[in-house]
């Protein structure tokens, strides 16, 4: 259902949010999906572990909730996509699981690189986004205990530590940080 302004209407609701298909974010999660459902080999069990907090645009929240409820990417087999839809709440997210599970992978243009390769790249976009936004909101909440003199600023700041770094090797390493 995407429009000409480059964005789709959410699942579930024919009125729902828009899904900015030129976000990076959007783009990444809509990729990432359509790889979880495709071909779940490549991202199972590192997907399975992906909250929906992780997702920023509400009908793929809806989506990755489906494909956990039918069991997640560890448990695919032939019966895979007929549970994710059975599992979809309504007719919007079924249709949006069907779009996902014929849309192409929109491989790179510069290179084709193998689904693994590209289905660990968009594990680290995904995460690395969530990081991000987590970084950002816990700042925020620092800085506000500060002013408050709140003793639980010191907590905050040493999350925010640990997702920094977090952060840092998710860029160094890749695909290799989100196993430990």
């Known amino acids: 259902m995407a429009t000409a ?27 990432l999906l359509k790889v979880a459902i495709q071909f779940p080999q490549f991202v199972a069990p590192v997907f399975d572990a992906y909250g929906e907090d992780e997702f920023t645009g509400p009908p793929y929240v809806v989506a990755r909730r489906a494909i956990a409820d039918a069991g997640g990417t560890e448990t695919a087999d032939d019966s895979f996509l007929a549970r994710i839809r059975e599992a979809a709440p309504d007719d919007g997210a079924r249709a949006l699981v069907t779009e996902l599970a014929v849309e192409p992978l929109d491989l790179p243009r510069r290179r084709k690189p193998e689904v693994g390769v590209y289905a660990e790249e968009l594990l680290v976009k995904v995460r690395l986004a969530a990081v991000e936004h987590r970084i950002t909101e816990l700042e925020s909440t620092a800085r506000r205990l500060e002013a408050q003199r709140d003793e639980g600023s010191a907590a905050v700041r040493q999350e925010v530590w640990t997702l920094q770094l977090y952060r840092t090797a998710l860029l160094d390493r890749g695909a290799p940080a989100l196993y430990g």
């Open 5 to 31: 302004a480059g964005s789709e209407r959410g699942a579930g609701s024919e009125r729902g949010p828009a899904i900015q298909l030129r976000s990076p974010a959007h783009r990444a999660e809509r990729e």
